[in-house]
């Protein structure tokens, strides 16, 4: 998570140096509504981006993502997705608080608690099997957008996925605001945080196998298509709408849809 | 075993059923009454499930019969000219001909290609709720064999009288506004040439269609 500033930075001034969409003339209105809806005025940029990112994922991360399936039964793989999740709490406390939602707050604190205590360090997600409260998700991102801060043009990030300037800003504020992240020093300590940024990759891209391997066997433009989802999917997540989320998503690219352990 | 996280549904069985998007045939349409909708997708959900589930059947048999229900149940006209958008116009007669035939066609097959994967599929209707005067919602709860059940909600309206599915919506996710842009992007990309959309229609049908042979 930390090469995140990084990456906003770099994507910024790759979008200041590079080319935009061509705008259509306003003779257009059609063609101009469309341009508005689709609201990716760095459209050459991001595709760049996109392929960028499709050859990096060929080259490694998907293949890394296969592996981890293929070695790592499926019993650790939920585990380790319940840990990952676990950790996020706070954040995920902290949002349904600035959402003004108590009873979100009160699960999320509830299912830190259960899961990091009988669920032996967040391993087995207890509160959800034995006490039938699930997990959801929320992010600084999600939280500006229920403020009413609007979303800005659309950016594809190579590694992260698909964005925007809210919810890349939201991204680095989640990071920023980790408990886990700041807790001591050390190499340990930084082996530890490292660690997590290396399983949250891994994790997210091995839950996204299937439907990132389908996306590119039935879309015609999966750049369009991902672009598509993404926004729909993040607007529905602003508007708390239920069966939108998952438990504990990462608030913009591919990792707005993992979290949630595997089903059975 | 495999885990098919709900997104799956979303690009798989997505673009499948999803192809059912909207009805945006500009023709007078009747209020949408939630009862007769819920019962509308129960029955079609049924015959669906059935047509799949039954390994009797031979796989183009089964393929026959989904697409008899869903050419009655999915407003194919009126979700497929959503879909193409404003590119709908720019079309010859014949390539709105053309491409109608390959959106139904597309439809069928990414559905067919999945029969595999649907074994044993069951559904359980949820509640429904009226969206605007002549759409409702319906929601779905789809359970599979070995993957986490999933909510799958069904956009209907009244279209020429009869209740159409118009859009379906997984996770926060319109098919038909996902396929709007997907389509879009084809043409825009090929110089405003609707054509060069219906080429890639026709690939995709044919690689379908290959998948299908394998399964």
Not at chain 1, 160 to 181: C, E, I, Y
Not at chain 1, 184 to 207: F, I, K, M, N
Not at chain 2, 125 to 141: A, H, S, W
Request: glycine content about 10%; overall charge neutral; charged content about 20%.
């Amino acid at each position: 998570m930390s090469p995140s500033p990084l990456l906003v930075a770099l994507s910024l001034v790759a979008v200041l140096a590079t080319g935009c969409a061509t705008r259509p003339p306003a003779g257009d209105p059609e063609a101009l509504a469309e341009f508005r809806e689709t609201n990716d005025p760095a459209e050459p940029f991001n595709r760049a981006m996109y392929d960028v990112h499709q050859g990096l994922d060929r080259a490694v991360l998907r293949p890394v993502a296969r592996g981890y399936r293929t070695v790592v039964p499926q019993p650790v793989r939920t585990g380790v997705r319940n840990v990952l999740g676990n950790l996020r709490s706070p954040v995920i406390l902290l949002n349904d608080m600035l959402q003004g939602e108590p009873r979100r707050a009160g699960d999320t604190l509830g299912r830190f608690v259960i899961n990091s205590t009988l669920g032996l360090g967040g391993i087995f997600d207890v509160a959800k099997s034995h006490f039938g409260v699930p997990g959801h998700t929320a992010d600084f991102g999600q939280t500006l957008g229920r403020w009413g801060v609007g979303e800005g043009p659309y950016l594809f990030v190579p590694v992260l996925g698909p964005s925007n300037p809210r919810d890349l800003l939201g991204f680095g504020a989640g990071v920023a605001a980790d408990p886990f992240f700041w807790v001591g020093q050390g190499a340990v300590v930084d082996g530890l945080a490292w660690g997590r940024v290396g399983a949250t990759v891994v994790d997210t891209r091995e839950d996204l196998l299937d439907p990132l391997d389908e996306l590119e066997r039935s879309s015609l433009d999966p750049y369009a298509t991902l672009r598509s989802v993404y926004r729909q999917r993040r607007r529905a997540m602003i508007e708390l709408r239920p069966g939108a989320e998952a438990p504990a998503g990462y608030g913009t690219g591919f990792g707005i849809g993992t979290g949630q352990d595997q089903g059975r | 075993m495999t885990k098919t996280n709900r997104r799956v549904l979303l690009s798989a069985c997505g673009l499948a059923l999803g192809a059912a998007l909207l009805p945006l045939a500009p023709m007078a349409r009747a209020q949408t009454d939630p009862a007769r909708a819920a019962a509308f997708i129960q029955a079609v959900g049924q015959e669906l499930v059935a047509a799949i589930n039954n390994p009797a059947l031979p796989h183009a048999e089964r393929r026959r019969r989904v697409a008899d229900i869903l050419r009655q149940a999915v407003d194919i006209e009126g979700v497929g000219r959503f879909i193409l958008g404003r590119w709908w116009r720019q079309a010859t007669p014949q390539e709105q001909q053309e491409y109608l035939r390959l959106f139904e066609e597309t439809l069928i097959r990414n559905l067919a290609a999945r029969f595999g994967e649907y074994q044993g599929v069951q559904f359980q209707l949820g509640r429904t709720q009226q969206r605007t005067e002549d759409d409702v919602l319906v929601n779905t709860i789809i359970t599979r064999p070995g993957t986490a059940p999933f909510a799958l909600d069904w956009r209907v309206s009244e279209v020429g009288g009869q209740p159409r599915i118009v859009d379906v919506i997984a996770e926060g996710t319109s098919l038909r506004l996902t396929q709007r842009s997907e389509y879009s992007a084809v043409v825009q990309r090929n110089g405003g040439q609707v054509s060069a959309l219906l080429a890639a229609m026709r690939q995709q049908i044919q690689q379908l269609a290959a998948r299908e042979g394998q399964s």
